[in-house]
T-cell receptor
Framework: ETGVTQTPRHLVMGMTNKKSLKCEQH?????MYWYKQSAKKPLELMFV???????ENNSVPSRFSPECPNSSHLFLHLHTLQPEDSALYLCASSPTFGSLGETQYFGPGTRLLVL | KNEVEQSPQNLTAQEGEFITINCSYS?????LHWLQQHPGGGIVSLFM???GKKKHGRLIATINIQEKHSSLHITASHPRDSAVYICAVVGSNTGNQFYFGTGTSLTVIP
């Protein structure tokens, strides 16, 4: 039990669909992250929220829209995605987004396929 | 070129063998993480290092800051150790930017 849950675990969507990924953590952490993991590529950090405020946005296309309503929940809203967006999307949390690189706790991921 | 390089990319070992996975990085760091990813996707953090050596069960992680190199060792390997092992560093001059290696896929055969 990692303490970080993600739903759905698998998602197939067409390029014109709108869907949302959900992440929830019960660890009392204040920082939450979205990562993208494509085959044969390093993990890519997409978004960071610290105390519900977005602190990082690594040049992610606007078809990905994050939302952090509180410290325990993080969403990734998806619209008009492309087939190359098919990947594993991982959520993580840590106590804070601090200078010592605190240990992050990862969820199981959502496997996304865009057709 | 990726800021974090891991070797080997793929590794197959017999049960009981001693395993070493290497990580080299090119940026100044405040910390280095070793992560384990099992089939299905979930990632578990194994170690966070900023200097020296840490040990947890059969796993040992070392880091040499001067040489910008870290190693993950697995003693008496077991099939349940089969996973992808990812090295990640936190840049010290880049606003806590995380850099990830592409991972080492380990298969331990009974």
């Amino acid at each position: 039990e990692t303490g970080v849950t993600q739903t759905p675990r698998h998602l197939v969507m067409g390029m014109t669909n709108k869907k949302s990924l959900k992440c929830e953590q019960h660890l009392g952490h204040n920082a939450m992250y979205w990562y993208k993991q494509s085959a044969k590529k390093p993990l890519e950090l997409m978004f960071v929220y610290n105390f519900k405020e977005q602190t990082e946005n690594n040049s992610v296309p606007s078809r990905f829209s994050p939302e952090c309503p509180n410290s325990s929940h993080l969403f990734l809203h998806l619209h008009t995605l492309q087939p190359e967006d098919s990947a594993l999307y991982l959520c993580a949390s840590s106590p804070t987004f601090g200078s010592l690189g605190e240990t992050q706790y990862f969820g199981p991921g959502t496997r996304l396929l865009v057709l | 070129k990726n800021e974090v390089e891991q070797s080997p990319q793929n590794l197959t070992a017999q049960e009981g063998e001693f395993i070493t996975i290497n990580c080299s990085y090119s940026v100044g760091i405040s910390a280095l993480h070793w992560l384990q990813q099992h089939p299905g996707g979930g990632i578990v953090s194994l170690f966070m290092l900023s200097s020296g050596k840490k040990k947890h069960g059969r796993l040992i992680a070392t880091i040499n800051i001067q040489e910008k190199h870290s190693s993950l060792h697995i003693t008496a390997s077991h099939p349940r150790d089969s996973a992808v092992y990812i090295c990640a560093v936190v840049g010290s001059n880049t606003g806590n930017q995380f850099y990830f290696g592409t991972g080492t896929s380990l298969t331990v055969i009974p």
